[in-house]
């Protein structure tokens, strides 16, 4: 188990993500990839990117573990902005914190290849080696999916938004999976190893993930800032959407969008914003409750919304095609000025320890 310890001041600054973040997600798809759980929602997925591959797990494999530690760098703050830019964090990590977390790989594996001996120390060109492999890797495994983690992400936060506007942080901490027990004023967490981690006024920045399984994640270093990777909710109906390999035809787009003619079911995806039940769908819309649910579902068929169970109720969110369906463009990512602020304070966080 892991205990984490909150004070007032941690309460106060406890923040949920603002969005996934690339590298945690590459690099727990990469345990993923090899372990062979979770069939009826990564099955498909791993067949897909096995397809795309060429190498890369054989080169990551030694620096990502299927179990236990990975090193603290692969996952720098900066994931949340973007792949491009998390790699470019990654290579300006210092040379002594390569020596040192590599260090602590080798402790459990002796022979670990030469070129990862060569990062510990520093060396230019196996860094650049292994920026190239988690980027090629990224190519192929999250980037295709990136809209439907994206998707999932968001009804996520939905989920604990309204857990925070109802309760507070204590609701937002005893909302969580059934992995992780609020017992103010400590979080127990299901894990690999018996620890405690003394957040000290820090806060705690609680990130969600689509290929995090069971057991929620966070960094070996207590100098860093502390982070909680934690799955979301997972159901066969979650699996990742087969990449399309060519546009839909006109007649597929004609046959989603004609669900959509009307200013009822218009009325509908504009009310469900930032996320509703179904009764305030019902509400919101001026229609009967059975109505709502009608609509909600022709809208989650054309992938337009999430419906998730939350307690005895459903909770409705925008996909990011519905979302950019209502802003009258295609989806685009974009990072807002709190989203960069939250970035910035999350510095360094990574794997199960």
Not at 11 to 35: G, I, K
Not at 102 to 115: H, K
Not at 182 to 207: A, H, I, M, N, Q
Not at 253 to 275: E, I, M, P, Y
């Amino acid at each position: 188990m892991l205990r984490v310890h909150f004070s007032g001041l941690d309460l106060a600054r406890l923040r949920m993500a603002t969005r996934p973040d690339a590298l945690w997600e590459t690099v727990l798809s990469f345990h993923r990839l090899r372990d062979k759980q979770g069939e009826l929602v990564y099955g498909e997925w791993r067949s897909e990117t096995r397809t795309r591959l060429n190498g890369e797990t054989r080169l990551l494999a030694p620096l990502i573990p299927l179990r236990g530690y990975f090193p603290d760098f692969l996952t720098p703050a900066e994931g949340i902005i973007g792949a491009d830019t998390a790699m470019e964090a990654l290579r300006a990590t210092p040379g002594a914190r390569l020596g040192t977390e590599i260090g602590r790989l080798a402790a459990g594996r002796p022979l670990l290849p030469g070129w990862i001996h060569d990062l510990a120390d520093g060396g230019s060109r196996a860094l650049d080696r292994l920026i190239g492999a988690l980027r090629a890797y990224h190519r192929a495994a999250i980037a295709p999916y990136w809209q439907h983690i994206q998707a999932r992400i968001e009804a996520d936060r939905a989920t604990r938004g309204r857990a925070l506007l109802d309760g507070g942080a204590d609701g937002l901490l005893a909302s969580l999976p059934p992995t992780m027990r609020w017992r103010s004023p400590v979080l127990e967490v299901d894990y690999p190893v018996d620890r405690d981690l003394f957040l000290g006024g820090r806060g705690l920045l609680l990130l969600p993930s689509f290929f995090c399984r069971r057991t929620p994640v966070t960094f070996f270093s207590p100098e860093l800032t502390p982070v909680l990777v934690y799955p979301v909710e997972h159901t066969p109906a979650c699996a990742p959407p087969r990449p399309l390999r060519q546009p839909p035809t006109v007649a597929a787009r004609t046959g989603s969008l004609s669900k959509l003619v009307g200013q009822t079911r218009s009325a509908v995806l504009q009310g469900v914003g930032g996320g509703c039940t179904t009764s305030e769908l019902a509400r919101r819309v001026g229609v009967s409750l059975a109505s709502a649910s009608q609509h909600a579902t022709v809208l989650r068929e054309a992938g337009l919304l999430l419906t998730l169970r939350q307690g005895g109720a459903v909770l409705h969110t925008l996909t990011p095609l519905g979302a950019a369906l209502l802003r009258g463009g295609a989806p685009v990512e974009r990072m807002n000025e709190s989203s960069v602020e939250l970035a910035g304070a999350a510095s360094g966080a990574s794997g199960v320890r």
